[in-house]
C-alpha cells in the first residue's frame, strides 16, 4: 500500500490541531472544575466498550464465530476491548485522584450523552450514520479513517510535567497512543486506499476526511473548555499547520513496559497538581 501525500497531510494537519488543543489547555493554571470536565467528557467516551461488553455484544459475536465472523475478527474485538477498558481505567483514576470523587461508568456514561458539551460528539456519530445509510463505500471509509483521531489529543499531553497529576497524564497518554496507533489511527487507511481508483476518488476523500477533522477539532476545543479562538480554528481547517507524522507518533510512545496501575497506586491523593488552581 502506498501512502496517498494529499490525504496523509489532510489527516497529519488535524492530528496536530487535535494536539494543540490539549496544549494549549495545560498552558496555564486553569481551576480544578475545568479539569473535571474534559477529564469526565473522556473517561465517558472511553467507557463505550464497558456498555458494549455489558449489553452481551460480544457474547453474541462468540457465537457467530466460525460460522459468519471470522477467528480473526474476534481477536481484533477481544484486543481492542482489552486496550479501551485500560484507557477507561487510567483515565477515571486520574480523575478521582483530583476530585476525590468516585467514578460509576453508567452513571457517567448516561449523564454524559445529555450533556450540551457531548453534543459534537452526537455530530460525528451522526455524520458516519448519515454516509452509511446513503454514501458510497469511499466516502463512509473516508469518513471512519480519522476516527478517533488516531490518539492525537493525547501525544498533545505527552510532554506534561509538574505534579503526580501531570504526570499520570503523560504517562497514560503514551499508552494510550500506542494503542490508538495500533487499532485505531491506522485501521481504515487500507479500507480507503483499496477504494481510490483516481484523482476524483482523492478529492471525494479528502473533502470529507477535511469535513470530520473539522468536526473534531470543534469537539475537543469544545471538550477542553474553548482554549483554542476561533481565529485558529479557522486557520487549522485551511490548513495553517504543520501536520503531524504516524513515525512522529510512534517515537512519542515506545514501549517501556511501564504497570501504569502499579505507578498510580504508589501515589499520595489528592494527586499534586502544577495546572490547577
Known amino acids: 500500500m502506498t501512502p496517498i501525500p494529499e490525504i496523509e497531510e489532510i489527516v497529519g494537519k488535524f492530528r496536530a490541531g487535535e494536539a494543540e488543543v490539549a496544549r494549549r489547555f495545560f498552558e496555564e493554571k486553569r481551576p480544578l472544575r475545568q479539569h473535571l470536565d474534559w477529564l469526565r467528557f473522556q473517561v465517558a467516551r ?88 446513503g454514501g458510497s463505500e469511499l466516502e463512509l471509509a473516508a469518513a471512519l479513517f480519522t476516527r478517533g483521531g488516531g490518539g ?58 477535511a469535513e470530520m477533522g473539522a468536526i473534531r477539532l470543534e469537539m475537543r476545543n469544545e471538550q477542553y473548555g474553548q482554549p483554542m479562538p476561533e481565529e485558529r480554528l479557522r486557520e487549522i481547517r485551511e490548513g495553517e499547520i504543520a501536520p503531524v507524522t504516524m513515525e512522529e507518533m510512534l517515537s512519542a510512545c515506545p514501549r517501556d513496559g511501564e504497570d501504569w496501575f502499579e505507578w498510580y497506586h504508589g501515589k499520595a491523593k489528592p494527586l499534586s497538581a502544577t495546572s490547577i488552581l
Open 152 to 209: 492525537a489529543l493525547f501525544y498533545g499531553m505527552i510532554p506534561l510535567r509538574g505534579g503526580d497529576y501531570e504526570e499520570a497524564l503523560s504517562r497514560a497518554s503514551k499508552t494510550i497512543l500506542r494503542d490508538e496507533i495500533e487499532h485505531g489511527a491506522s485501521e481504515g487507511r487500507e479500507d480507503l486506499y483499496r477504494l481510490i481508483r483516481g484523482r476524483d476518488d482523492v478529492e471525494t476523500a479528502s473533502g470529507i476526511i
Open 46 to 133: 472511553e467507557a463505550r466498550n464497558l456498555e458494549e461488553i455489558a449489553s452481551h455484544q460480544r457474547c453474541e459475536l462468540v457465537e457467530q464465530v466460525d460460522r459468519s465472523v471470522s477467528r480473526e475478527t474476534l481477536v481484533d474485538q477481544l484486543t481492542e476491548d482489552y486496550q479501551e477498558v485500560r484507557h477507561y481505567g487510567m483515565l477515571a483514576y486520574i480523575y478521582e485522584g483530583i476530585s476525590g470523587e468516585r467514578v460509576q461508568w453508567r452513571e457517567l456514561r448516561e449523564t454524559a450523552q445529555q450533556a450540551s458539551w457531548y453534543e459534537l460528539s452526537r455530530r460525528e456519530h451522526q455524520r458516519w450514520a448519515e454516509l452509511k445509510a
